[in-house]
């Protein structure tokens, strides 16, 4: 049972345009949620957060927006660069630190 | 600040064999997980610690798997013995805990390979 779900393996976009991973999740009573990034040989770093209070987050480059209604949330990246290709984990906390990660989305990003 | 630290990086074993990994948490971390990831999945959580005591359990083979923490601050994960589907990366982490976050700190991982 895979309460959260990233149903792109993997996606490829051209430098400087914007790249959009996507996560979905079954669990309503999460209440907070997480993007990390991972290199190879390298533990996931974190990267942005939103509380379910909000439906918009922003970093720099980097958005999180959360549709609760749909059970969704997607990380934006703009403009993309080489040095974004990694995986990408969507996680989702429902209270007391315990993190449901999805399977990952691999970003390549070509010059 | 140093990061969260973990080793072996890497351990190579036979199937019954035993390993054991070992983390050393950002310093002030009260709340310590293990994750087991293995290829082309994301971590699953395997045991929470906060300070020295168990948490969560739910997801860890107890029949093979066992961890602690003691003085709550290293911990080691032990396995034993070892089953081929045991091969993956090890990860470790910490976070502050409670209300001060939910982020959580990742040290490098220790990949086992079981043969």
């Known amino acids: 049972d895979q309460q959260v779900k990233q149903n792109s393996p993997s996606l490829s976009v051209q430098e400087g345009r914007i790249s959009i991973l996507n996560c979905d999740y079954t669990?309503?009573?999460?209440?907070?949620f997480l993007w990390y990034k991972k290199y190879p040989a390298e533990g996931p770093t974190f990267l942005i957060s939103i509380s379910s209070i909000k439906d918009k987050n922003e970093d720099g480059r980097f958005t999180v927006f959360l549709n609760k209604s749909a059970k969704h949330l997607s990380l934006h990246i703009v403009p993309s660069q080489p040095g974004d290709s990694a995986v990408y984990f969507c996680?989702?906390?429902?209270?007391?630190?315990?993190?449901?990660f999805g399977q990952g989305t691999e970003l390549s990003v070509k010059p | 600040e140093a990061g969260v630290a973990q080793s072996p990086r890497y351990k190579i074993i036979e199937k019954r064999q035993s390993v054991a990994f070992w983390c050393n948490p950002i310093?002030?971390?009260?709340?310590l997980y293990w994750y087991q990831q293995i290829l082309g999945q994301g971590p699953k959580l395997l045991i929470q610690?906060?300070?020295?005591?168990?948490?969560?359990d739910s997801q860890l083979p107890k029949d093979r798997f066992s961890a602690e923490r003691l003085k709550g601050v290293d911990s080691t994960l032990k396995i034993q013995p070892a089953k081929l589907e045991d091969s993956a990366v090890y990860l470790c982490?910490?976070?502050?805990?409670?209300?001060?976050?939910?982020?959580?700190?990742f040290g490098p991982g220790t990949r086992l390979t079981v043969l």
């Open positions: 610690f906060q300070n020295n005591g168990v948490v969560d």
């Open positions: 982490a910490s976070s502050l805990g409670g209300l001060a976050g939910v982020e959580q700190f």
């Open positions: 669990n309503s009573m999460f209440d907070y």
């Open positions: 996680a989702a906390s429902g209270g007391g630190g315990k993190l449901i």
């Open positions: 310093s002030g971390h009260a709340t």
